[in-house]
């Protein structure tokens, strides 16, 4: 059996994508949602309809007590957590002289403490074993910035310095760390976004879509990918 796969934020979008496609590939995903229940179990139904093994785990990453309470009830488990994708994030969009404190730190909690709360206490697991995949999902904006989106920018661009630098610490004890950087994908995050304003800055005049984006981080978690590490992939049709 394939180990299991973590996804955060996988009620929707993406993050929905990503669990389908990775229990698609055989290994039983585990789908974290913060409130979202309903959409989670959708999610989870669809899994096990087409013949995956789905299981939820309620929890804010950006709470360090209970993704600390969370993820150590899923370690009990002896089926080994060999994949992480740290996908759950969210957007406070405002021009930086009206952005709020805490609308700075709740973008930077979820996607930053996010991603050392949940892949902290997963770490040293994946490395006894000498195996593990860790995928963080950045953007586009991570790489370029975006008006209008300095605390989104500055947390998708934190978690590449991050990708990176733990990339180093443990590749060695074949566990891989890379980020995936999307661009305008097709998903509830870009809804209001007028087409006729983006269409022309994509070189591929098209929204990416999100089981395009699944199909990557699959790759990313397969043995195929083994050599790939520290890397920040982009796929945005040939924005950047």
């Not at 059996?1 to 994508?17: D, E, F, H, Q």
């Not at 087409?50 to 709470?63: E, I, K, N």
């Not at 566990?175 to 995050?189: H, K, S, Y």
Request: glycine share 10%; proline share 5%; hydrophobic share 50%.
């Amino acid at each position: 059996m394939k180990p299991r796969a973590l996804i955060t934020g996988a009620s929707r979008g993406i993050g929905a994508a990503i669990a389908e496609a990775l229990a698609a590939a055989g290994h039983p995903v585990i789908l974290n949602y913060q409130s979202n229940q309903a959409a989670a179990e959708g999610v989870a139904e669809a899994i096990r309809a087409a013949g995956g093994s789905a299981t939820l785990a309620r929890f804010d990453v950006g709470d360090a007590a209970a993704s600390s309470a969370a993820i150590a009830e899923l370690l009990a488990d002896p089926t080994p957590i060999g994949v992480l994708v740290n996908n759950a994030g969210i957007t406070r969009d405002a021009p930086f002289a009206s952005l709020s404190r805490e609308e700075w730190s709740d973008v930077l909690r979820t996607s930053l403490d996010g991603f050392f709360n949940v892949t902290q206490p997963l770490v040293m697991p994946m490395v006894r074993r000498r195996w593990g995949r860790i995928i963080t999902m950045s953007s586009i904006s991570g790489i370029m910035g975006n008006r209008g989106q300095v605390a989104y920018a500055a947390a998708k661009a934190g978690v590449i310095g991050a990708t990176k630098a733990l990339a180093q610490e443990i590749a060695r004890r074949g566990v891989t760390v890379n980020a995936v950087a999307p661009g305008l994908i097709e998903t509830d995050m870009i809804q209001g976004v007028p087409r006729e304003a983006v269409l022309p800055k994509i070189p591929a005049n098209r929204l990416g879509t999100a089981e395009e984006v699944a199909s990557l981080v699959t790759f990313l978690c397969s043995d195929a990918a083994s050599y790939i590490t520290g890397q920040v992939i982009s796929i945005n049709g040939g924005m950047a």
